[in-house]
């Protein structure tokens, strides 16, 4: 009951929270029961595939909502973000890698097939843990939150603001992005880590892994929501806001600023940590191509599109552009790029607050409208 009433409470003015969770844990529920208990050749049958994709929309979905954490509220525009998701993405791999033992193609039982390949003799220190799932998912969030404090700490004790900030997020994910391409880096190199077999025992490639998969992400989606949700209902979210709104103010008050700042930085890499380890075991592969600045660019899209500063318009943002990525690269790949650039600058100008700000002054003119 206590669980209950805490969740209760921090959903209690959220009404757009509710709706948007409660949408999607249905969908996920139709899409896991139709995939796993309805018949292939029914009309009614989702495969594997849908499941999959679904999976991946949501570990997006819990990117966007880490972005939007500091973007929304603190104002701090990250554009490097997608380097904390591929650290996180590259951390589960490593473990799945682990995993496959003398199944890979050169049947080497503790050297991974690309190590063999490149003549390594011996496992890399760092590898060293990664057999263990604890450690793994301890690494997951520790490597994401040491870079994003040591950078954080840096940068904002450094009074680095603005675009310069961004410039300075963008320029260490390139430069990770160059140090991941490069083969002596044990990483795999261009082609990055992929042939995962299995996760803690169970066959990827079965059904039940695929939806287990999905309700994981689903279920580190909510938690991560809530999670974000209880720092901006407290007194340190109400701070924070305040930073956003008026650093200078809230730092002559005697606030530590820095302090706040690399905290909800911190915070939110461990999110995007997440969001990779969770879209590692879906997709099948991570490579560097994670790391590019356009993909942190696009990061800021989704947020953008779907409404800043409401952590529901991120899960938004992130599932339509999405959604429409996966028909429109298919469809016409060629004009993809252009339509998502000349949508995020119709939204900037028109639609400031997004998805979720259209859908609020929608509302707001029907209720006039009534009365």
Known sequence: MRKESIIFKILQNDKGGKIVLSTLAIVVFVVS????????????????????????????????????????????LSLGHGAFFALGGYGLAMYLMRQIGDRGVYGNPDLPDFMVFMNLKELPWFWYGFDNPLFTFIMVMLIPAILAFVFGWFAFKSRVTGVYLSIITQAMTYALMLAFFRNDMGFGGNNGLTDFKDILGFDLQADSTRVGLLIITFLALVLGYLICRFIINSRLGRVVISIRDAESRVRFLGYKVEQYKVFIFVVSAILAGIAGALYVPQVGIINPGVFSPLFSIELVIWVAIGGRGTLYGAIIGAIIVNFASTYFTSALPEVWLYALGGLFVLVTLYLPQGVVGLISKINAKLKKAKA
């Open 33 to 76: 029961f139709c995939n796993l208990f309805v018949p292939s050749d029914s009309v009614f049958y989702i495969s594997t595939f849908t499941v999959t994709i679904l999976g991946k929309y949501l570990a997006f979905a819990l990117l966007a909502l880490a972005l939007d954490l500091v973007w929304g509220y603190l104002g701090v």
